[in-house]
């Protein structure tokens, strides 16, 4: 309903925002090599490639290395509770869905103790970007198995090695119904993770990216293999998800073209054990989101709860004047 | 010969039974007119014999018959259906509770006889809520029965009652009907758009509401003891020493505030948005005690509306700026010494179509001899102003006087005309119809009021005073059957030429001249006679009583062989129609047949109804000239190419049999591409020798610029690049290619040859390089 006048003088004023824009005055703690100072740069660009203001993006984690991200953006942040990352982002969206909302959130925050509200985020599709930073092991607590460690993992707390095999974050989240975009990314090759956030941020609905991340200090040589064998990675292409660029396309010549709408294949792909699949598995912006299917005829202001809880009530009132009945005196 | 009575109406089409009547269908008419016969005054209302066309035989009392009336005017949103007909509602009711089938017959009839009931009720003047008129007959028909109220019919007609999903004022059609009409859609359209203004207003107030709200929460007057108190409230209030929250919020840091002013700006902005008088307040509004009453929106002449537009405009004005401003704070984008000038020099010639849609639109009702005459004219400069003004003009009376050449000055007459005038305007959403049309013209009078530019409405109200024992329904259908005035449609909204935005389909048969309708009667020896009856303005003219004096009616005995009827007389040759006179069939009272010889007066009236007619067919694309001559001439030149292949192939050698058009070539499919890898070429193999960085796959990890971070810099989207060489070692370089998580450093060889130990560094760097 903005009036051309209203969008003409909103976008005399849009920001010039750099890089720099985005970076808080608190450098970032992560060890030298940690995968998240890669997944920390892509989305800094995303903000300024995007010019999002920052005063309208909030970041929302939860516990753990990759949950101090929001602390090194120059936006909001919610540093939360463990596992209650994509809740509190949720609440953030119903009650302001003008602001751009990002969650980061790791293996364990997410697929552990954060595991149900993860399910009901997908399904709710709300409108924010779920960045799941997957280095397979409790980090900022110095190694513990994760839902995501593979089988065999000696940690503090499997001295013997994990005994279970992993859990598939791309499988449970292409299963759970509503679900509107899941892809994955590698912290290895910066430009193919610029290009999936961008994706992601851009798809209305509950964008889910899982993105493999090297934890120098605890899982060090996890994915030596795929890092120096370009082939063991699968790069799904597709007009309608990512193109490499001609000098990536030289070094991962291992590419399959990869309908984004085909959920079947998706499912494949995601189980993949051998190779990393790297792209976009899933989208589907025909979903609906949550906060579009609440939204009301009108906003509950003050008068409408008002107006509303006296009808409510007059419906019960007995009005002495009228001997008995139920409605109000003329 | 007797015209079908409808107790002995042909099998399938009992009119007593309540068989439908569909606007137009004229052969289920009859009609009474009992009136005396006219003298030759020119005098006013039903001064002339009874006559009825025959065609308006068999339809007796409407209030027998089901048809499109009386109209329900729905309560609330009706899910986008703003009317709806009695036999419609009662349609849908039995649909629900009584499928056809044994079972279900008795609940079935008692509901029709109930729906005839209030048909009948209505059509004697009583007006109500549907609801309250089907609890009051029911109420009646079980007092009839003698049954109590919790009786089997009682408990049928409640039954039917629980499917009941609409209501509203129930209206027959009259002299009323178009006004009561049009405004309760005007009314049900504004209100939807009030709605979607107040969704936005509310949100916008409550933003702004919200930034005051916070702005206060860190002044001082919000850090009282007593503030908090009340900010808190009662259930946890001695859980907290309010005094001493007071004290240490007091010693905090202050922190940014709102300027003086921009919080006046704010304040003035939701003063204006809280005070707006072009809607009520809605469900979710603040109610204020002094809140002035809401415009009102709905006026009966041009110039009030034009003035009243005027006077509002200001405020208009003032409105459109403050949603921009409002919509600026919310975004913390307004910039006093950039916007304030803008603000200042906002005039109405900024104001864009956009922002008018914003709010109602003016709804004008004129109508024929209760209006100034002068107002038809005004009402052409207001729409010519393109403003969202509508406006309906009722016409009672399309004939005027008894000149029996079309009227040239009578508002009547002029209105028939006013609107394909209208049409030139371009820009104006048109739509004429009879009254008789409204419930089947639902959609065009919807499009037409939410049309956002200027919109005319003509109707025909059928309630002409010289024709009184005609029922309006039947009038004004007869109105559009005989062309005299008939129903189109101009939308300028659907599209970019005439094709798209004319249209005369409503109306009956609209590619002849006069709509052919069957009739049935019974011949002397009581046979059935079946005969194709056009419907003519003629016929229309007919029912006037002011006309009767231009209509004999001949008796059998008078007839002649060069009597016609009139839709035949109108195509004969002027040379030709002086060899015959022309007649119409009528019925009289006791629905015996005749025919009834017409004056040249209403032949010539109804040639020229019959060239406007066809004037607007044309508009409406068929018969159009300009289309068939363009035909002929390609007929013409497509026959003498035929012919002269044809004097060729005479001429010639016998040809060879014509082998047969060759297939079209069917392309094959084209194989889908493989997806190859983008090969791009190669580029120039960087020197081994120099020392390179892909910094396209740098992941910013930090371990080169923690090594030497002037050596190793990042770019604007911080992946690293060599910034200077020169700035660290050789050694340095190595450690960093080692440390680099993704392998992108290249060494290449050392530029100081002194470096120590540079065998050792080379062959470190050698898987590198």
Redesign the interface.
């Given at each position: 309903m903005s009036a051309p006048l209203t969008q003409c003088l909103l976008r005399l004023l849009d920001g010039n925002y750099t890089l720099t824009d985005y970076q808080s005055d608190t450098l970032p703690r992560w060890c030298t090599g940690c995968g998240d100072n890669s997944i920390l740069t892509a989305v800094q660009r995303l903000c300024r490639d995007e010019q999002l203001p920052p005063e309208k993006t909030v970041f929302v984690s939860g516990i753990g290395c990759s949950s101090r991200l929001p602390h090194y953006m120059n936006a909001y942040g919610f540093h939360g509770l463990h596992g209650r990352a994509l809740p509190v982002a949720e609440g953030v969206k119903l009650r302001r869905p003008d602001l751009h909302v990002f969650v980061t959130t790791g293996d364990g925050d997410c697929c552990s103790i954060g595991a149900a509200h993860w399910i009901h985020a997908i399904r709710y599709n709300m409108d924010m970007t779920v960045l799941l930073h997957d280095n397979e092991v409790y980090g900022l607590t110095k190694m513990q198995a994760s839902p995501t460690s593979p089988r065999g993992l000696k940690s503090n707390t499997t001295p013997r090695g994990a005994l279970l095999d992993p859990l598939n974050p791309l499988t449970v989240t292409l299963g759970v119904a509503n679900v509107s975009f899941v892809a994955q990314a590698v912290d290895w090759i910066p430009e193919v993770l610029f290009d999936i956030i961008t994706q992601a941020y851009r798809h209305k609905g509950c964008s889910f990216v899982r993105v493999l991340q090297r934890c120098p200090e605890f899982m060090d040589h996890r994915f030596d293999p795929w890092v120096q064998d370009p082939s063991k990675m699968r790069v799904l292409a597709h007009a309608d998800g990512i193109q490499l660029k001609p000098d990536l396309s030289r070094i991962y010549r291992n590419q399959e073209t990869h309908d984004p709408s085909d959920l079947h294949r998706a499912r494949e792909v995601a189980s993949l054990t051998e190779e990393i699949p790297v792209g976009v598995l899933y989208r589907n912006s025909a979903v609906p989101c949550y906060e579009d299917l609440r939204e009301g005829e009108r906003p509950n202001t003050p008068g409408l709860i008002r107006t509303v809880l006296n009808e409510e009530f007059d419906k019960f009132t007995i009005w002495p004047e009228d001997g008995g009945g139920t409605a109000p005196p003329e | 010969m007797t015209a079908t009575h409808p107790e002995t109406a042909h099998a399938g089409d009992n009119a007593r039974q309540g068989g439908e009547v569909r606007n137009g269908d004229m052969d289920q008419v009859a009609l009474d007119i009992a009136s005396p016969r006219m003298t030759d005054a020119d005098a006013g209302p039903a001064v002339g014999p009874a006559l009825r066309p025959a065609l308006f035989a068999r339809y007796g009392d409407l209030s027998k018959l089901r048809y499109d009336f009386p109209l329900v005017l729905v309560d609330g949103d009706g899910g986008g259906r703003f009317l709806q007909s009695l036999t419609s509602v009662v349609d849908g009711i039995l649909r629900e509770v009584a499928p056809p089938g044994a079972a279900a017959e008795s609940l079935r009839r008692q509901v029709l006889r109930l729906e005839s009931e209030i048909r009948a009720q209505v059509s004697r003047g009583e007006s109500d809520s549907l609801s309250l008129l089907w609890k009051r007959t029911a109420a009646d028909l079980i007092t009839e029965k003698g049954e109590s109220v919790f009786g089997p019919l009682a408990t049928k007609l409640d039954h039917a009652r629980e499917a009941l999903h609409v209501d509203g004022a129930v209206i027959d059609c009259d002299e009323d009907t178009p006004y009561r009409v049009l405004v309760h859609i005007w009314t049900a359209v504004q209100a939807s758009k009030a709605?979607?203004f107040?969704?936005?207003v509310?949100?916008l107030?409550?933003k702004l509401s919200d930034i005051l709200k916070a702005d206060f929460m860190k002044s001082d007057k919000a850090h009282t003891q007593e503030a908090l108190q009340s900010a808190v409230g009662t259930s946890f209030e001695s859980a907290f020493d309010f005094a001493a929250m007071s004290r240490v919020l007091s010693r905090g840091p202050s922190e940014d505030r709102l300027s003086e002013d921009r919080r006046r700006r704010i304040r003035a902005v939701l003063q204006v948005l809280q005070s707006q008088r072009f809607y009520g307040p809605?469900?979710?509004?603040?109610?204020r005690p002094d809140q002035p009453e809401p415009y009102s929106f709905v006026f009966d002449s041009c110039a009030a509306a034009l003035d009243a537009f005027r006077d509002r405009l200001p405020e208009m004005l003032d409105f459109?700026k403050v949603?921009?401003i409002a919509?600026?704070e919310i975004?913390?984008?307004y910039?006093t010494a950039?916007?304030d000038p803008?603000f200042a020099h906002f005039d109405e010639s900024?104001l864009?179509e956009?922002?008018l849609a914003?709010f109602p639109s003016y709804l004008v009702c004129l109508r024929d001899g209760r209006t100034d005459p002068a107002e038809t004219l005004r009402a052409f400069e207001t729409l010519a102003s393109g403003l969202p003004v509508k406006v309906l003009v009722q016409t009672d009376d399309i004939l005027g006087t008894t000149s029996p050449e079309p009227p040239r000055s009578s508002f009547g007459a002029g209105s028939a005309r006013l609107a394909a005038m209208a049409v030139g305007l371009n820009d104006t959403y048109v739509f004429q119809t009879a009254n008789a049309n409204l419930y089947r013209a639902h959609d065009r009078l919807v499009t037409g009021m939410r049309y956002e530019g200027p919109a005319l409405f003509t109707v025909y109200s059928g309630a002409t005073p010289s024709a009184a024992g005609v029922p309006p329904y039947l009038l004004s259908a007869a109105a559009t059957e005989s062309r005299a005035f008939p129903t189109f449609v101009y939308d300028p909204a659907v599209g970019p030429d005439l094709a798209t935005r004319f249209d005369i389909t409503d109306n009956p048969q609209a590619t002849v001249d006069w709509p052919v309708h069957d009739l049935f009667y019974e011949d002397e020896a009581l046979q059935r006679i079946d005969e194709k009856v056009p419907f003519t303005h003629v016929d229309f003219v007919a029912c006037d009583a002011r006309y009767a004096r231009y209509c004999e009616p001949a008796p059998r005995a008078n007839w002649r062989d060069d009597m016609i009827p009139a839709a035949d007389y109108l195509k004969l040759a002027p040379e030709r129609s002086l060899e015959h006179s022309a007649y119409i069939l009528t019925v009289d009272a006791g629905n015996a047949l005749s025919r009834t010889v017409v004056d040249d007066k209403l032949m010539n009236a109804a040639r020229h109804c019959a060239d406007a007619w066809r004037r607007l067919q044309e508009l409406g694309g068929v018969n159009n000239s300009y289309a068939n001559r363009l035909l002929a001439r390609e007929r013409v030149a497509w026959e003498e190419q035929k012919a002269q292949e044809l004097a060729e192939l005479h001429t010639a050698e016998p040809p060879a049999p014509e082998a047969a058009p060759p297939a079209e070539a069917v392309a094959p499919p084209i194989p889908a591409a493989?997806?190859e890898?983008?090969?791009?070429?190669e580029?120039e193999p960087a020197n081994p020798d120099e020392a390179w960085i892909e910094t396209?796959?740098?992941?910013?990890?930090?371990?080169c610029t923690?090594i030497n971070n002037r050596m190793f810099a990042y770019n604007?989207?911080?992946?690293a690049f060599i910034a200077d060489l020169g700035a660290g070692t050789y050694s340095q370089m190595v450690e960093a290619a080692e440390?680099c998580?993704?392998?992108i450093i290249h060494p290449g060889k050392p530029r100081d040859p002194s470096e120590p130990n540079l065998e050792d560094l080379i062959a470190r760097a050698g898987p590198f390089i």
């Open positions: - | 709605k979607a107040r969704k936005k509310d949100a107030v409550m809605g469900r979710a509004s603040e109610r459109v949603l921009t919509e600026l975004q913390n984008k910039r950039l916007h803008v900024d864009s956009d922002q914003l493989a997806v890898p983008a090969e791009a070429e580029p396209a796959r740098c992941t910013t990890c930090d371990e923690q604007e989207n911080k992946q440390s998580q993704v392998s």
